[in-house]
């Protein structure tokens, strides 16, 4: 295989529909089927819904441990506040990068109470060595995400990593170059008119995926058929091609470099060991898990 082939569509996770929080509907694709990673992303959601009723509840104070949640709004407002004291808005094209490490207590919360909310949420697993780490956090609003228009129409919003155009690397505020994080993620929200195509370098052996949020997509040198709302998991070298159909596509391409270590996951931990899982627990109980 030389440096130009193509990733295959090797697996498509269809999104299901569950909810989270306190009652807020949401899709879940990566992370819907237990163990079925791509590591180190452990799970996306998409929430999108017109009707309040399906997320005025938000997601009220609960705790994360051992990775990190990024939150990328397309409409609506949430704000987020957490037990370090840091508040922020989330508005549209914002994204929350969440490094929950140790330990972060915090609530996610509407500040609507009507129309749209949309928007995504991701998590990242962290290395062992980095689990217990202080939490960090960090807002990005959409003014700081760089946007390149693309030549056959359409454009790439570029939120971690970097996207070549026109001979020039493109950095987005998330992993550049001098401040990469160890998982190295590439974050990219792609637009593209009907029937244009869109070609990413991922650096090899760096896990990849796709999850097409409007319009349908064909991917590779196959033209394999990636459906709306489900993720695309890609074979692990070579560049992304992919193809919008008819109505066009949005889709948010993710890849990371894995870490290849035991997933154990109870709820909002994600640790290592059981052991480390049960330590979570009674930290949690006991008002420690961010101490
Ligand atoms: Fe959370």
Known sequence: MTTQAERKLIHVIPSQPTSDGAGVKLRRSLGSQRGLHVDPFLMLDEFYSDNPDDYLAGFPAHPHRGFETVTYMLDGHMRHEDHLGNRGD???????????????IHSEMPQQTAGRMRGFQLWINLPSREKMKPAGYRDIPATEIPLVPLPGGGRVKVIAGSYAADGREVQGPVNGAGHKLSTEPLYLDVQLP?????????????NAFLYVYEGAAKVGPQDQALPHRAAGVL????NVRVRAGADGASFLLLAAKPLHEPVVQYGPFVMNTREEIEQALADYRDGKLAA
């Open 90 to 104: 989330l508005g549209p094209g914002g994204v929350q990068w969440m490094t929950a490490a140790r330990g972060i």
């Open 235 to 238: 074979s692990d070298s070579g």
């Open 194 to 206: 009907a029937g244009a195509e869109f070609v990413a370098a991922v650096t090899p052996g760096h």
